[in-house]
């Protein structure tokens, strides 16, 4: 119910609609360094292009826009919180404490529904998350049994990807939806993936794999799970694109205000 809300809310107060895909999209991330925590940005799949927006103390565990790409929400792993980040000054601005199993190390939002999404850092569950109380929910798994989840995505289609590691350390890609078990995609060939999210404007999924030392960004093909045009970057990186689906999924299960 509160994701129907805010989403009702959002579609009456936004008088600005993003485009599908106006020249390149803006993707915010927080990098983490040996020696710096900022909120950086820089245009979908050119990570190269890097700018730095403003210092963020805190640790912020997943990032992801609202369906209608306006507002920017995060977990804050330090603080225990879920909030906004603002994408102009990088200031983190909690609505709710976390409730309920600790701790919370990724973070999605389904494009469409406006759900919140949170895995734990030691299984494969994952959990719906009220964006104003706190509280959370158990909803299933994003991986198989036993593997322990890292990088949750979800595209315009509903379709969950997350990343996930098993005790020998092996890292593979794993396809899930709310009520159904996780399926086995392939193995990226990189390990430590900290941010998994998909362009809703071509439906491209981009991904981070890495420590504070250094990080390989990726687009990763969400069928065979192949990476392509990559490149490395000093720091650990949790992103969120700016792209909104195409109208006809945004109203594709219900969520259009009209009678």
Known sequence: MFARLLRFASCLVSAIAVPAHAGDVPVFAQRVTSSAKEIVSYPVGNPSAMTVVGAQADT?????????????????????????????????????????????????????????????????????????????????????????????????????????????????LFRWRVGTSAVLIGNTGHVHATSLEFDNADGSLYAWFGTTTSSTHAKVDPVTAQTSQESLLEGRYRMAIRSACPSDRIFANGFDPAP
């Open 60 to 172: 912020l565990v997943g990032m992801d826009f609202n369906p209608e790409a306006t507002v920017l929400w995060a977990l804050d792993f330090t603080t225990q919180q879920i909030g906004t980040v603002n994408p102009m000054t990088a200031v983190f601005v909690p609505t709710a404490t976390l409730q309920g199993p600790c701790c919370f190390n990724s973070f999605t939002i389904d494009p469409v529904s406006g759900v919140f999404y949170g895995s734990l850092d030691n299984n494969e569950t994952v959990y719906s998350i009220d964006p104003l109380s706190g509280q959370s929910a158990l909803q299933g798994v994003a991986a198989a049994a036993g593997w322990a989840i890292s990088a949750l995505a979800i595209d315009c289609n509903g379709r969950g990807i997350s990343s996930a590691s098993n005790a020998q350390g092996d890292e593979r």
